[in-house]
């Protein structure tokens, strides 16, 4: 018995599915799923775009110590990668391309720094 594939991705359908005649309300049910996740990460390159006017205090609060970027050291694309350890000790990166900054990294930690936590608790709003 063959595989039948389907879709840009060619994921063959499981024999349950085929054998069962859902195909069709699977396959809805599943690209259900695949949109909640690309909204759940941001996009499909897993980052969470932030808009310029956050970018100075979210990259100031982020980062305690930063790390040599050499490997973006030869992009031609007009690339600004900054990266390094984060207050909470995990890596993060932020890539600066005219008025489009894009954050990768954990989003607790994002989120964290929007809502002042990682500031010491006199200095929070």
């Given amino acids: 018995m063959g595989l039948r594939l389907h879709g840009h991705h060619e994921q063959p359908l499981p024999d349950h599915i085929r054998r069962s005649g859902g195909a069709d ?14 909204v759940l990460m941001g ?12 970018a100075s205090c979210i990259i100031a609060h982020l980062f305690v110590e930063l790390a040599l970027p050499c490997s973006c050291c030869k ?23 005219g008025e489009e900054v894009r ?16 500031r010491p608790p006199a200095l929070r709003p």
């Fill in 25 to 38: 309300r699977e396959i809805r049910h599943l690209e259900h799923r695949a949109a909640e996740a690309r």
């Fill in 43 to 54: 996009n499909c390159y897993n980052y969470t775009p932030i808009p310029p006017a956050e």
């Fill in 103 to 118: 954050y990768y990294g954990k989003q607790r930690t994002l989120a964290a720094i929007r809502a002042g936590q990682c």
């Fill in 75 to 97: 992009r031609e694309d007009g690339v600004i990668v900054i990266q390094g350890k984060t207050y909470d000790g995990s890596n993060a990166r932020v890539t600066i391309k």
